[in-house]
């Protein structure tokens, strides 16, 4: 069966420029999480979402970042102006109801240079 | 807010030794407690979770972990380990209401079984 799958798998861009990172759940599951992971820590929460809507978008560090859900399925995670803090593998996970059971993707690899 | 913490970064052991991968959480609620594991080259994947009931929960494949309440802590034991279970070992932590399975996630442990 299929998993989560997360496009591109490495993304190399310079300084400045806008990166999209694309997410496709489980099918049928409701609830969709982005992490971020950055070298030697774990993930870190970003945004999630129930259905359509961010139900919690706490963990985005500013405003050059942006999640978008707008079918209930795919995601798209948008980051504007990229810094080299940036740089850091972006996790996508979605889930069902079990508490804490997170599916995740093998991540997107960006590297801000 | 809730914390994790793995003090132990890198854990290198022997194939069929016993192994222990510490982790120890803060929160001001309740919280379900979880283990993740990464194999290398593959995505996060659960190993085991502690919601209620018995305090000793297990994985299928031999890990075992105990919900210690007063000493906040939910460490990953293993009585003897095998090269496969090289990877990178995440505790993590979700509150019981209205976390929403937003987990918090300690910094991992590498566990390295060699020959």
């Known amino acids: 069966g299929a998993g989560v799958s997360q496009t591109p798998s490495n993304k190399v861009t310079e300084k400045g420029k806008y990166v999209e990172l694309r997410c496709d759940p489980i099918?049928?599951?409701?609830?969709l999480y982005w992490y971020r992971q950055s070298l030697g820590q774990g993930p870190e929460f970003l945004i999630y979402?129930?259905?359509?809507?961010?139900?919690?978008d706490s963990g985005l560090p500013n405003d050059r970042f942006f999640a978008v859900r707008p079918e209930g399925s795919v995601s798209t995670l948008k980051i504007q102006r990229t810094e080299r803090g940036d740089s850091a593998v972006y996790l996508c996970?979605?889930?069902?109801?079990?508490?804490?059971?997170?599916?995740f993707g093998e991540g997107s690899r960006l590297t801000v240079l | 807010a809730q914390s994790v913490t793995q003090l132990d970064s890198q854990v290198p052991v022997f194939e069929e030794a016993p192994v222990e991968l510490r982790c120890n959480y803060s929160?001001?609620?309740?919280?379900?407690l979880f283990w993740y594991v990464q194999y290398p080259n593959q995505g996060l994947q659960l190993l085991l979770k502690?919601?209620?009931?018995?305090?000793l929960v297990e994985s299928i494949n031999g890990f075992e972990a105990e919900f210690n309440k007063s000493q906040t802590s939910f460490h990953l034991r293993k009585p003897s380990v095998h090269i496969s279970d090289t990877a990178e070992y995440f505790c993590?932590?979700?509150?019981?209401?209205?976390?929403?399975?937003?987990?918090?996630f300690g910094t991992g442990t590498q566990l390295k079984v060699e020959l």
């Open positions: 996970a979605s889930s069902s109801s079990s508490p804490g059971e997170l599916f």
């Open positions: 099918s049928g599951h409701t609830a």
């Open positions: 979402f129930q259905g359509t809507g961010a139900a919690d």
């Open positions: 929160s001001s609620v309740s919280v379900y």
């Open positions: 502690y919601l209620s009931g018995s305090t």
């Open positions: 993590a932590v979700t509150p019981i209401a209205g976390g929403g399975n937003k987990l918090t």
